[in-house]
């Protein structure tokens, strides 16, 4: 089944303790990105990477890293958690071949990982 | 960096009935997307559509790129239809349908039988 995995799905933390939220892929997109949602807010891009070694900042990216050294992945890494990084984490995959019905170039999204920073 | 509001922020409607929702946004984009984030949290993507009308099933969504917005349509609703609503833009180079994107506060859709 073609999907975005993300794990772990929920995750209590506490500050300082580095965490990395890992992204897998298995439909061979190039393009990979990370979202945070908060209440109010919507998504808010943190990071994308156009391919394997290509990432570049999204409209959130202070406190987060990536790293694309392999196509399906593309984990997210916290080195030092703080409270306002608490939220609901989506990471997504599209590829510039693959359309649907209505045209778009399908960005599919994992299921979602919570994390609270305590 | 780009703003983009949407409204309205709630939206009730009764089983049958046409709704419009609206996407703003503040500078000239080359991508635009409109989301369905379901009752459990799934994202699903609804319509590609930086310029132009398009249509699938009771959906159908316009942008007038010119005006800054785009609109999205759903037409005799359904329970289903409940959820938030995203509109997402983005200005990449070379015409991409991805990269950067930046997605609006959302419309709480809810839709009683």
């Known amino acids: 089944e073609a999907q975005v995995t993300q794990n772990p799905r929920y995750l209590i933390t506490v500050t300082g303790k580095k965490l990395t939220v890992t992204c897998s892929q298995n439909m061979n997109h190039e393009y990979m990105s990370w979202y945070r949602q908060d209440p109010g807010l919507g998504l808010r891009q943190i990071y994308y990477s156009m391919n394997v070694e290509v990432t570049d900042k999204g409209d959130v990216p202070e406190g987060y890293k990536v790293s694309r050294k392999e196509k399906r992945n593309f984990p997210l890494i916290l080195e030092s958690p703080s409270p306002n990084q608490t939220s609901l984490y989506f990471c997504a995959s599209s590829s510039r071949e693959r359309t649907n019905r209505s045209g778009a170039n399908v960005l599919t999204f994992g299921a979602g990982s919570r994390l609270t920073v305590l | 960096g780009i703003q983009v509001e949407q409204s309205p922020p709630d939206l009730i409607l009764q089983e049958g009935a046409n709704s419009t929702l609206r996407c703003n946004f503040s500078d000239s984009v080359n991508n635009l997307q409109w989301f369905h984030q379901n009752p459990w949290g799934q994202l699903i993507n609804l319509f590609y559509?930086?310029?132009g009308t398009k249509q699938n099933g009771r959906l159908s969504a316009t942008t007038v790129a010119t005006e800054r917005y785009s609109l999205l349509y759903i037409s005799s609703s359904q329970t289903t239809d409940s959820g938030v609503y995203f509109c997402?833009?983005?200005?990449?180079?070379?015409?991409?349908?991805?990269?950067?994107?930046?997605f609006g506060q959302g419309t709480i859709l809810t839709v009683h039988p």
């Open positions: 559509i930086p310029s």
């Open positions: 997402a833009v983005g200005a990449n180079a070379g015409g991409t349908s991805y990269g950067k994107l930046t």
